[in-house]
């Protein structure tokens, strides 16, 4: 049986229950180090199949999650292996440090369709039956892929694209070499190469180290603030960033810009995205205001909309009333501490979104702000996106298996093995960090079309 993989199985939403599913030889293994019950008695490993027991997951000392966990032994399972369900209560957070947890005691995060892999492996279903289940989720999965990437920081794609042209470089280069040896010299290429692995592997420790902090994903409720100049945009900004809460970064983004702060607002964290940089442009300032504001308003979580009420509404108002009818958005009427010329009922009007009087020079109304928020975000009108985390995991493990095929290769070197034995973990780690930003391509028929599903199926 092969080892033990885990995943979140169900959509992760604040709606609270989700399924945490691991498949493998030690599935009950794993659990009963996790797994606690009432009396702290029974042992998962002991239980009869199919069969389903009340408690908790604990890692260590720490309880994570009251549970119910489901035994169900191959091959009348799923994957037709050992399978362990364990049903959270806790939420998107306690499902998440409920996977991470099985991590933790041996599991190892699923690929994208292993299960539904194994199962077909297993000779559980057959590939046309597999075929159908691709239909039905792939355009979800397309489009989680095309998210997380689009999650990673820019600086992190850069690296991951230096990193991997240095390797096709040498791999292109050992490859010719081979090919024609009568032109291409390759006595001594190995001393060459290992002098720059050390460099490389470096880069892949640091990478390694940042997805540990959390540090290589945009993480957070995408938070845009828009409005026209002078709203009052980065008062409001400086403002939520300024008071004592924590600011877990602070780095310019992809577009220079273009800012970006994360701060954490009663344990919520929201990526602010500040687009207050344009008003330096300023003759045609309002309207590259108003396009710009467009184009990160489109992919944000949720918009906050900072209104200057000392003057009338304009058309740029109107053109950004346009764009928030169908978004997730605040209103925030700004510098209440003046003569006010815009009131919340013209806004509630034109706009079915919550409006909050604030004065961002008063420093009032920010409590009533962070209110809304708080409860838009505990009521599941706001989320951010689920496959961050999950993404960050299978991020890791890409590193690792990136490090370890460099390791490889400096090894194969100093034993002094053909250019072409070390050529292949050079394209390991090539297809490795490739996984990473969406550019790697399954090695046969069944891994490409297996990995065409969502983790957990
Ligand atoms: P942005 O262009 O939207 O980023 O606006 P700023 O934050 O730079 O603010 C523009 C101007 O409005 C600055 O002079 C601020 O001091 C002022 N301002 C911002 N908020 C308030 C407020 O609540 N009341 C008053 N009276 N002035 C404000």
């Given at each position: 049986m092969a080892d033990t993989i885990a995943a979140i199985a169900t959509a992760m939403s604040t709606s609270g229950i989700g399924i945490v599913r691991l498949s493998g030889e030690d599935a009950r293994e794993i659990v009963s180090k996790v797994y606690r019950s009432r009396s702290g008695k029974k042992d998962i490993r002991e239980?009869?199949?199919h069969t389903i027991h009340y408690g908790f997951i604990c890692d260590g000392e720490e309880t994570i999650d009251e549970v119910?966990?489901?035994?169900?032994?191959?091959?009348?399972?799923?994957?037709?292996?050992?399978?362990?369900?364990?049903?959270c209560h806790g939420g998107v957070l306690a499902m998440k440090r409920v996977l991470e947890t099985v991590i933790k005691y041996g599991a190892r995060p699923a690929e994208p369709g292993e299960f539904t892999k194994r199962a077909f492996l297993n000779?559980?279903?057959?590939?046309?039956?597999?075929?159908?289940?691709?239909?039905?989720?792939?355009?979800?999965?397309?489009y989680a892929l095309k998210s997380s990437v689009s999650q990673l920081k820019g600086a992190v794609l850069k690296i991951i694209k230096e990193i991997r042209e240095k390797?096709?470089?040498?791999?292109a280069?050992?490859?010719?070499?081979?090919?024609?040896?009568?032109?291409i010299a390759i006595d001594g290429y190995g001393e060459e190469l290992m002098k720059e692995l050390q460099p490389l592997k470096k880069q892949v420790e640091k990478l390694l180290q940042s997805s540990d902090e959390g540090k290589m994903m945009k993480e957070g409720i995408k938070t845009v603030i828009v409005g026209k100049p002078n709203a009052g945009k980065s008062s409001l900004l400086n403002l939520l960033v300024g008071e004592e809460r924590a600011i877990v970064t602070d780095i310019a983004g992809t577009t220079r810009d273009i800012l970006e702060e994360t701060i954490i607002?009663?344990?919520?964290?929201?990526?602010?995205?500040?687009?207050?940089?344009?008003?330096?442009?300023?003759d045609v300032v309002e309207q590259i205001g108003v396009g710009r504001a467009k184009k990160y308003a489109k992919d944000a979580d949720l918009i906050l909309y900072v209104v200057d009420s000392s003057i009338p509404l304009d058309e740029?108002?109107?053109?950004i009333i346009g764009m928030l009818q169908d978004k997730k958005a605040i209103v925030l009427l700004n510098k209440t501490d003046l003569s006010m010329k815009v009131s919340e009922k013209e806004l509630k009007k034109r706009l079915n979104q919550p409006v909050v009087e604030i004065s961002a020079k008063e420093e009032k109304g920010i409590d009533v702000l962070e209110q809304v928020i708080k409860d838009m975000f505990f009521q599941g009108e706001i989320s951010f996106n689920d496959e961050v985390y999950i993404t960050n995991v299978r991020h890791r493990t890409a590193l690792f298996e990136t490090m370890e095929s460099l390791t490889m290769v400096e090894q194969s070197i100093s034993m002094g093995m053909p250019e072409d034995f070390y050529s292949i973990d050079l394209m390991n780690a090539y297809e490795a960090l490739g996984s990473i930003i969406g550019e790697s391509v399954g090695e046969d028929l069944v891994?490409?079309?297996?990995?065409?599903f969502c983790t957990g199926k």
């Amino acid at each position: 049986m092969a080892d033990t993989i885990a995943a979140i199985a169900t959509a992760m939403s604040t709606s609270g229950i989700g399924i945490v599913r691991l498949s493998g030889e030690d599935a009950r293994e794993i659990v009963s180090k996790v797994y606690r019950s009432r009396s702290g008695k029974k042992d998962i490993r002991e239980v009869r199949s199919h069969t389903i027991h009340y408690g908790f997951i604990c890692d260590g000392e720490e309880t994570i999650d009251e549970v119910l966990v489901m035994v169900m032994d191959g091959p009348s399972s799923y994957t037709a292996e050992n399978t362990v369900e364990i049903d959270c209560h806790g939420g998107v957070l306690a499902m998440k440090r409920v996977l991470e947890t099985v991590i933790k005691y041996g599991a190892r995060p699923a690929e994208p369709g292993e299960f539904t892999k194994r199962a077909f492996l297993n000779g559980r279903i057959d590939l046309s039956q597999a075929e159908a289940v691709i239909d039905v989720i792939s355009a979800k999965s397309e489009y989680a892929l095309k998210s997380s990437v689009s999650q990673l920081k820019g600086a992190v794609l850069k690296i991951i694209k230096e990193i991997r042209e240095k390797i096709i470089y040498h791999i292109a280069y050992i490859e010719s070499a081979l090919d024609d040896p009568e032109h291409i010299a390759i006595d001594g290429y190995g001393e060459e190469l290992m002098k720059e692995l050390q460099p490389l592997k470096k880069q892949v420790e640091k990478l390694l180290q940042s997805s540990d902090e959390g540090k290589m994903m945009k993480e957070g409720i995408k938070t845009v603030i828009v409005g026209k100049p002078n709203a009052g945009k980065s008062s409001l900004l400086n403002l939520l960033v300024g008071e004592e809460r924590a600011i877990v970064t602070d780095i310019a983004g992809t577009t220079r810009d273009i800012l970006e702060e994360t701060i954490i607002l009663h344990g919520i964290s929201l990526c602010m995205i500040d687009t207050a940089g344009i008003r330096d442009t300023k003759d045609v300032v309002e309207q590259i205001g108003v396009g710009r504001a467009k184009k990160y308003a489109k992919d944000a979580d949720l918009i906050l909309y900072v209104v200057d009420s000392s003057i009338p509404l304009d058309e740029n108002d109107d053109e950004i009333i346009g764009m928030l009818q169908d978004k997730k958005a605040i209103v925030l009427l700004n510098k209440t501490d003046l003569s006010m010329k815009v009131s919340e009922k013209e806004l509630k009007k034109r706009l079915n979104q919550p409006v909050v009087e604030i004065s961002a020079k008063e420093e009032k109304g920010i409590d009533v702000l962070e209110q809304v928020i708080k409860d838009m975000f505990f009521q599941g009108e706001i989320s951010f996106n689920d496959e961050v985390y999950i993404t960050n995991v299978r991020h890791r493990t890409a590193l690792f298996e990136t490090m370890e095929s460099l390791t490889m290769v400096e090894q194969s070197i100093s034993m002094g093995m053909p250019e072409d034995f070390y050529s292949i973990d050079l394209m390991n780690a090539y297809e490795a960090l490739g996984s990473i930003i969406g550019e790697s391509v399954g090695e046969d028929l069944v891994n490409e079309i297996f990995s065409k599903f969502c983790t957990g199926k």
